[in-house]
C-alpha cells in the first residue's frame, strides 16, 4: 500500500491526503449521531490538543524545512521564513476582517467580517472553514517539498504531518455539529454543515503541492506562509475558545499532548 503511495504524483498524494483529512472532520461530525451536547471540559481539551498539533506540525513540518531549503540559495536563510511567516498570518488577518464568521461559543451578534443576515450554523462554519484552509495548504506544500528534493523534507513526514492534521480535525467537526444539534437542528443536517467545513482542505492541498512544483523558488516562503497561518489560527481562535470557559488547565494539559503526538510523529516518521 505504501509503495502504491510513493509512486504517485506530489500533487495526487497532496489530494488523497487532505481527503484524509476531510474524512476525519466528516468522522468528528458523525458524533452528531450519539451525542446532543459535548461536555465542555472535554471540548477545551480538544481544541487544546488541535492547538499543539498546530504549534508543533508549524516549525517541524514547516519551518525547518524552509530555513533549511532558503540555506542552499541565500546568506540570510532567515529572511525567507519571517517573511513567508508574516504573509501567511496576514493573509488570515484580512481574511478574518472580512469573511463573515462566528466563533465557538459566541453569541452570533459577535460575529465577524462584513456584516451579513447569514444564520448562526453558516457563521460556525465558516470560522472552521477559514482555519482549515492553512492546514490544507500545509499538507500540499509539504507533499511539494518532498518533490522539490529537499533532505528535511521526506514523504514518511509529510504523511505524518497530514496524520496529525487528521486528528486535531475530529474534535473540530465535532465542535460544529453537536452545538448545531443543540440548537434544534436535525441530526443530518447538523453532521453535513460539520463535515462541509473540512471540505476546503482537499482544494487547499492541491493548490499548495501544484504551487511549489510549479515555482520552486517560492517553496521556502510557501512552506513559512503555511506556518504563520497555522500559528494565527492557534493564537486567535483555539487557545482563546479553550480558555472560554477557565478550563485552562485542562486546555494546557490538552496543548501539551497535541504538541507531544505531533512532535512524535514528525520525528519519528519523518
Known amino acids: ?43 477545551d481539551g480538544m481544541l487544546g490538543f488541535a492547538a499543539g498539533v498546530m504549534i508543533a ?33 496576514a493573509f488570515l488577518w484580512l481574511a478574518d476582517q472580512y469573511l463573515p464568521h462566528l466563533h465557538l461559543g459566541f453569541p452570533k451578534e459577535e460575529a465577524e467580517g462584513i456584516p451579513t443576515s447569514w444564520r448562526r450554523s453558516v457563521l460556525l462554519v465558516m470560522a472552521i472553514t477559514l482555519h482549515n484552509i492553512p492546514e490544507g495548504l500545509a499538507v500540499g506544500v509539504a507533499f511539494g517539498a518532498v518533490a522539490a528534493g529537499i533532505p528535511a523534507a521526506s514523504l514518511a513526514g509529510a504523511i505524518a504531518l497530514a496524520i496529525g492534521i487528521g486528528i486535531q480535525n475530529f474534535p473540530e467537526g465535532a465542535a460544529v455539529s453537536v452545538p448545531l ?47 504563520g497561518a497555522m500559528i494565527y489560527v492557534v493564537v486567535e481562535e483555539l487557545i482563546p475558545e479553550s480558555q472560554l470557559e477557565k478550563n485552562t488547565d485542562i486546555a494546557t494539559i490538552g496543548a501539551m499532548l497535541g504538541f507531544a503526538v505531533m512532535m512524535t510523529l514528525d520525528v519519528a516518521l519523518g
Open 1 to 43: 500500500m505504501y509503495s502504491w503511495f510513493v509512486e504517485l504524483s506530489p500533487i495526487m498524494q497532496a489530494l488523497l491526503a487532505t481527503l484524509f483529512t476531510w474524512l476525519v472532520t466528516a468522522l468528528g461530525a458523525a458524533m452528531v449521531f450519539f451525542f446532543k451536547k459535548i461536555n465542555r471540559k472535554v471540548l
Open 181 to 227: 444539534r443543540r440548537e434544534g437542528m436535525s441530526r443530518t443536517k447538523s453532521f453535513m454543515y460539520g463535515q462541509a467545513s473540512g471540505l476546503v482542505e482537499p482544494i487547499a492541498g492541491v493548490i499548495g503541492a501544484a504551487a511549489v512544483l510549479l515555482m520552486r523558488p517560492i517553496l521556502p516562503y510557501a512552506l513559512s506562509f503555511a506556518a
Open 57 to 89: 506540525a508549524s516549525f517541524w513540518s514547516l519551518l525547518a524545512p524552509a530555513i533549511e531549503l532558503a540555506e542552499e540559495t541565500t546568506n540570510s536563510p532567515w529572511i525567507p521564513a519571517v517573511i513567508g511567516f508574516l504573509s501567511g498570518g
